[in-house]
C-alpha cells in the first residue's frame, strides 16, 4: 500500500479526490490528511493572489470566510476523509492549528510515508519567493513532494 500525507488547506472536491487517488493507478493508497485552514496572518497574501487571479469580488469578502475558521476546519477535514475513503482509500487526518511544516514532518516519519502532496490553490506571491508549503516541505522531509493545485470547484 503506498502511504501518502495530503496537506490540504480547504476541503476537498470531487475533482480532488479523483486525482489524488488515482495518481498511482490501481495500487491502493493510505492518506494521513492534515487540513491547515489559511488563517488570519495570510490574510494580505491571499488578497493578493486573488488580485493577481483576478477575483477581485474574493478580496472584499476575504475576512468573512477566516472568522469561522475553527469550525470549518474540522467539518471540511471530516468531508475529505469521508471522500476520500468513499473512493476507497484509507484515510485519517487532523487539523494543524500551528507550525504546519513540524507537524508535516512528524507524520512523515511517524507513520513512514512514501510522498507528500500538497493541495492548494495558487498562492503566487509564496510561490514566487518559495514560501509555499511544498517548497518549504521539500527542505524538511526525507520523501518526494509533489505540488497540485486544488480545484475550484
Same mark, same amino acid.
Given at each position: 500500500?503506498?502511504?501518502?500525507?495530503?496537506?490540504?488547506?480547504?476541503?476537498?472536491?470531487?475533482?480532488?479526490?479523483?486525482?489524488?487517488?488515482?495518481?498511482? $493507478?490501481? &495500487?491502493?493508497?493510505?492518506? %494521513? /490528511?492534515?487540513? @491547515? !485552514?489559511?488563517?488570519?496572518?495570510? +490574510?494580505?497574501?491571499?488578497?493578493?493572489?486573488?488580485?493577481?487571479?483576478?477575483?477581485?469580488?474574493?478580496?472584499?469578502?476575504?475576512?468573512?470566510?477566516?472568522?469561522?475558521?475553527?469550525?470549518?476546519?474540522?467539518?471540511?477535514?471530516?468531508?475529505?476523509?469521508?471522500?476520500?475513503?468513499?473512493? $476507497?482509500? &484509507?484515510?485519517?487526518?487532523? %487539523? /494543524?492549528?500551528? @507550525? !504546519?511544516?513540524?507537524?508535516?514532518? +512528524?507524520?512523515?516519519?511517524?507513520?513512514?510515508?512514501?510522498?507528500?502532496?500538497?493541495?492548494?490553490?495558487?498562492?503566487?506571491?509564496?510561490?514566487?519567493?518559495?514560501?509555499?508549503?511544498?517548497?518549504?516541505?521539500?527542505?524538511?522531509?526525507?520523501?518526494?513532494?509533489?505540488?497540485?493545485?486544488?480545484?475550484?470547484?
Amino acid at each position: 500500500m503506498f502511504k501518502t500525507v495530503l496537506m490540504i488547506e480547504k476541503a476537498l472536491s470531487d475533482a480532488d479526490v479523483e486525482l489524488v487517488t488515482t495518481l498511482h $493507478g490501481e &495500487e491502493k493508497v493510505s492518506f %494521513v /490528511v492534515l487540513m @491547515q !485552514p489559511r488563517g488570519k496572518q495570510d +490574510e494580505l497574501l491571499r488578497a493578493l493572489d486573488d488580485v493577481a487571479l483576478g477575483h477581485l469580488d474574493k478580496v472584499a469578502h476575504e475576512r468573512d470566510e477566516t472568522e469561522n475558521t475553527p469550525t470549518l476546519a474540522g467539518e471540511s477535514l471530516e468531508h475529505s476523509l469521508r471522500h476520500l475513503r468513499a473512493a $476507497g482509500a &484509507e484515510a485519517i487526518g487532523e %487539523v /494543524v492549528e500551528a @507550525q !504546519p511544516l513540524e507537524r508535516l514532518r +512528524e507524520v512523515v516519519e511517524e507513520s513512514a510515508a512514501d510522498e507528500v502532496l500538497v493541495l492548494t490553490s495558487p498562492h503566487f506571491v509564496e510561490e514566487f519567493f518559495h514560501r509555499d508549503w511544498a517548497s518549504q516541505a521539500r527542505h524538511k522531509v526525507g520523501v518526494p513532494v509533489l505540488k497540485l493545485f486544488a480545484s475550484e470547484s
